[in-house]
């Protein structure tokens, strides 16, 4: 079936003859037919965040040369009257009576789809993914019809983010059934699982943190869900430790990615999950926090300057394999003349291989001349009874050049002083990890996948701190 629905919507494509087909719309079937119609037609597939603002996805459009935009009829309105514009059900419509096309021939070096990063830290860049990217990630990580009849997949990741696009490659690829909840609602997603027997699911981390926040101490009726799987954004070590509690039967996976890699380039596995939260010995246990070792067909380096970092030691993560693209629309490629993508995360390895992110480069403190990692505090910080969500951000200091601000979400009811979320860092970390002031607030600015807003919370918090 979705198979004929491409083939006629690759038809219907060709007849529009765009540059660029955008998606702006929720997650559902459309999302697929109108990714598999734009491969078959050979014109790139480009998912936009349909929650921006009109001024904003006006800019992301006019960056796309002859865009056809197929947006749900929720969203048509705001794209203004200069594009050319099909609801999602007039396409998938139009796909489904249209002949199919024929002449289906795509290069394996020509673009499949763009995404444009999320610009936590900076302005969105668009990535290019090419049909060769996408196919060494899904031909090196899932098996061809490995699923059962039985299995069926639950996806709520937002349709614009790496993972939609590798939930939807990997479940038709593996022919798992697709139930999808277009709207994430923490109670609509368990009993989503419950009632379509669920098994498979991927989250990002604030959506497993509702699920635990409406689950409370009780287990979840999730008999089915042998997998869940999570990525796209910190996760923090109590959300995970409840989760692997509340599903006791379920297999977690950290699965962690970049969009220029094509989704996933390493994974810690469920059994490393529950191995970890048994364990006694503390370099087992602080795996929960890592993400795991590179998938197969992707090689890791860890740089400190111009050589490898020791095992422990904290540098920069490069990372090189088939499915690194790497390649950003109107910027060329990023990548070294030995095909090595500079990811701009910090990381180190354990003695065992296992890799640790811990945060990206751009958002070092650097304080009295010391480089700090805002994660290293925010980890330390985040354990404590009262803390719900923290960040860790450095503003301007005419002495220090920047002092440590740890902005806090504290739980509902609960009480703390920033005395004593001071003196709860001091006891743990060394002195100047400690925050020289403390912003609270009602909840932290973050993406749909729950990445952090830096951008947006260093300018709020310094407008905080100049009005107090």
């Known amino acids: 079936m979705l198979h004929d629905y491409a083939l006629g919507g690759a038809t219907v494509v060709r007849n529009q003859g765009p540059d660029h087909v955008v998606f702006v719309g929720r997650n559902g079937p459309g999302y697929a037919e109108v990714m ?12 936009l965040n349909y929650r921006l603002a009109a001024d904003q996805l006006g800019l992301l459009l006019r960056q796309l040369s002859r865009p056809l935009v197929v947006a749900d009829e929720d969203y048509s309105a705001a794209l203004g009257a200069e594009y050319k514009i099909l609801s999602t059900a007039d396409f998938v ?14 290069d394996d070096t020509s673009p499949a789809i763009i995404l444009f990063t999320s610009g936590t830290t900076s302005a969105p860049k668009a990535v290019v993914l090419r049909h060769a990217n996408l196919t060494a990630y899904i031909f090196a990580t899932v098996d061809f019809g490995a699923a059962a009849d039985s299995d069926a997949a639950l996806v709520s990741v937002p349709p614009y983010h790496i993972a939609a696009v590798g939930s ?3 479940n038709i690829y593996a022919g798992r059934r697709v139930v999808h909840l277009p709207d994430f609602d923490a109670r609509q997603w368990l009993d989503l699982v419950r ?3 669920v098994t498979s699911a991927m989250l990002v981390p604030t959506m497993l943190a509702r699920i635990i926040d409406v689950l409370g101490s009780t287990r979840a009726d999730a008999d089915t869900l042998r997998l869940l799987s999570y990525g796209g954004a910190r996760m923090p070590r109590r ?9 006791p039967s379920t297999g977690f ?6 969009t220029e890699t094509s989704s996933t380039i390493a994974l810690l596995g469920p059994e490393e999950h529950r191995d970890a939260l048994a364990s006694s010995d503390p370099d087992v246990s602080a795996r929960l926090g890592s993400v795991g070792r590179p998938v197969p067909g992707v090689e890791v380096a860890i740089r400190v300057g111009d050589r490898a970092a020791s095992a422990g030691e904290t540098g920069e993560l490069w990372v090189r394999g088939a499915q690194v693209s790497g390649e950003y629309r109107g910027r060329g490629s990023a990548l070294d003349d030995d095909g090595w993508f500079r990811t701009g995360d910090l990381a180190r390895r354990d003695s065992g291989g296992y890799l640790f992110v811990e945060g990206r480069i751009d958002d070092t403190i650097i304080r009295g001349g010391e480089n700090i990692a805002p994660a290293e505090i ?4 985040a354990s404590h009874p009262a803390i719900k ?25 609960a009480s703390v002083s920033a005395d004593e979320v001071r003196d709860y860092a001091r006891r743990r970390l060394r002195g100047s990890r400690t925050p020289d002031q403390v912003v609270w607030r009602t909840s932290l600015p973050q993406t749909a996948t729950g990445k952090l807003l830096r951008r947006q919370l260093v300018i709020e918090s310094a407008d905080t701190v100049r009005d107090t």
Do not use: K, M
């Open 378 to 381: 925010e980890e330390v910080l």
């Open 239 to 247: 959300v995970l430790e409840a989760a692997l509690r509340a599903f």
């Open 389 to 413: 969500d923290v960040a860790v951000i450095g503003l301007p200091d005419d002495e220090w050049g920047e002092r440590l601000c740890a902005v806090v979400v504290r739980f509902p009811g």
């Open 253 to 258: 996976c950290n699965a962690y990615g970049l």
């Open 195 to 197: 009632d379509e027997q």
């Open 93 to 106: 419509a139009a796909a489904a009576s249209a002949p199919r096309l024929r002449d289906v021939w795509t």
């Open 36 to 47: 598999f119609a734009c491969a078959a037609a050979g014109v790139p597939f480009v998912p």
């Open 168 to 170: 939807a490659l990997s």
